[in-house]
């Protein structure tokens, strides 16, 4: 919809004001456009139609321009290598031509590396000598060291380990993986996948709470995201917690801040009043009556039914100071545990993760702008303005997380508070400035904690993976699948961050071997790696 244009001198006030109503309801317009679209996209997904295709990504993903104007080439891929640099040779063949002339003399072998894969089944019977005893009783050969898993049962060490690695590295789904074994010639059945899929896994899952723990000690932030994961028929939610250290994800019912905490907390609850309690509970303004109660005897909790006993003694029965209540130990529990209080928390700004110290992410700022359909040319080209300056602050964040300058600090702030103070003549626009400026503090964290990322792109890609397995799939049916889903998402994502090939990993838990160090280790020991670099790299 194009407006006229009306010269200077006939826009009275009256016809400023039409002009606003007249934008606030274009702009209203657009927004039942938007939704419009999204519920015939969704009966389209219904219908097994193809929806509209998404919106290009947003311009603060788009690579710096160089100084001619022009966009830099980004190169992908690792540098060149030899190819074959790295392998292990298993095996090495001489060939020599057929029917040389006569006078031919030998000069040299030129190496041609042929790589292969087998893939068959080999099946193994083993007879087991038993021997009566002199005393009495009788005793049975063991089997070789590594050839069963750890949990014993029919089926090699080495299949099940290949079993895992297809289900949750390469997402086969259960059916297919059936029919791809029974191509292979192992006699398998459907009952016999799901147990070796799901049944025995507590060394798994004790690593995976293992992993949470290391991870949250020796991070200075994480970087969380949650999806929705769907469990026996009903919506439910996977949280991912994360950073360049571990992934950890946790599938419950809800998403709330007092789950969230629950997540961090992981399997044990420690509940805690201390400091970090007390200041939490003055930032949610919890009641005198209540705080009194709560800061008088026992002030640790060790599970959560002693916790809510507690509650239930000191008569604290209003909802929203027993929620309040909880979120406060459970923050102060995790605390007494070692996670520092400034720890720093990056998410998309939803309140649930406003816990810590919060961080918020410029692209899911700056994304309602990319949004935004145009009612005409200068409604065009204010969008244009003020996505450009708003990505032209982000580059120079970025430049200051590299080299930090506490002049350049109150330079960025004044920018900053200039950019989203202004107000144009269109109210979206408009609302994503009074957003921007009342979470301030969380995007300019970074002024006093350049160690956290602007963006909180990486832990949306760890989370991609719950996001494709439920359009294939779409949910689990039972706890023990849920559980497994989450603890093995946890520990192949970790790995990879870790430079640790998964089905190493695989191979050294299922045979028991205990050659791979411990997930936490590795964790511990990197985070020491990257903490001594940064100090060598810091001038004296």
């Known amino acids: 919809m194009e407006l006229p244009e009306i010269p200077a001198e006939e826009r009275t006030p009256l016809v400023e004001a039409l002009l606003g109503i007249i934008r606030q309801l274009a702009d209203r317009v657009a927004e039942l456009e938007q939704t419009n679209q999204e519920l015939r996209d969704e009966i389209a997904r219904l219908k097994g139609l193809k929806p509209r295709p998404q919106i290009s990504p947003s311009i603060l993903n788009t690579p710096p321009q160089a100084e001619d104007g022009t966009k830099k080439e980004r190169r992908r891929g690792k540098p060149s290598r030899p190819k074959t640099a790295e392998l292990t040779i298993h095996h090495e063949v001489t060939l020599h031509p057929d029917n040389l002339p006569a006078g031919s003399t030998f000069k040299c072998f030129e190496p041609y590396v042929v790589q292969g894969l087998i893939i068959q089944s080999d099946n193994t019977k083993y007879l087991r000598a038993r021997y009566d005893l002199p005393e009495g009783g009788s005793v049975l050969a063991p089997f070789p060291p590594g050839v069963l898993p750890v949990e014993g049962g029919h089926f090699t060490a080495n299949l099940v380990t290949y ?219 204010v969008i244009e303005e003020v996505r450009t300056k708003i990505w032209e602050l982000y580059h120079d964040l970025i ?25 144009t003549p269109y109210p979206n626009i408009n609302t994503v400035f009074k957003e921007m400026r009342e979470h301030k503090a969380d995007f300019l964290r970074v002024l006093q904690r350049p160690e956290i990322p602007l963006h909180n792109n990486a832990i949306e890609s760890d989370i991609r993976e719950f996001v494709k397995r439920r359009k294939i799939s779409g949910g689990t049916r039972n706890d023990a699948g849920r559980r497994c889903r989450d603890t093995f998402a946890s520990l192949k994502k970790t790995c990879r961050k870790l430079g640790l090939r998964f089905w190493d990993y695989l191979q050294d838990r299922v045979r028991g071997l205990g050659q791979v160090p411990r997930l936490a280790d590795l964790i511990r020991q990197k985070a020491r790696t990257v903490a001594a670099s940064k100090a060598a790299a810091v001038p004296a």
């Open 163 to 381: 079993i895992l690695n297809q289900y949750h590295q390469a997402q086969v789904t259960e059916p297919l993986l059936l029919e791809q074994l029974w191509e292979y010639g192992v006699d398998i059945s459907a009952g016999q996948l799901h147990r070796i899929l799901t049944e025995k896994k507590d060394l798994f899952h004790q690593e995976k709470a293992e992993v949470l723990a290391a991870g949250l000690a020796e991070s200075s932030y994480i970087g969380t995201d949650d999806t929705g994961a769907r469990h026996q028929g009903k919506n439910g939610y996977c949280t991912a917690i994360g950073n360049d250290l571990f992934a950890y994800f946790e599938s419950t019912d809800s998403k709330s801040r007092l789950n969230f905490l629950q997540v961090l907390q992981g399997n044990q609850r420690d509940y805690s009043i201390n400091e970090t309690t007390l200041a939490y509970w003055a930032r949610q303004k919890l009641p005198a009556e209540p705080l009194a109660k709560l800061t008088q005897g026992p002030q640790t909790f060790g599970s959560e039914q002693a916790w809510q006993a507690r509650l239930a003694e000191l008569a604290i029965t209003d909802e929203r100071h027993v929620r309040t209540a909880t979120e406060g130990a459970l923050l102060g529990g995790l605390v007494a545990r070692g996670v520092s209080p400034e720890l720093g928390v990056l998410s998309d700004g939803a309140p649930q993760f406003v816990v810590f110290v919060h961080a918020g992410c410029w692209v899911h700022a700056e994304r309602p702008l990319a949004k935004l359909v145009p009612h005409n040319e200068a409604h065009r080209a």
């Open 399 to 423: 430049a200051y997380c590299k080299q930090p300058d506490e002049a350049q600090a109150l330079v960025l702030e004044a920018r900053f508070d200039a950019l989203v103070i202004q107000r």
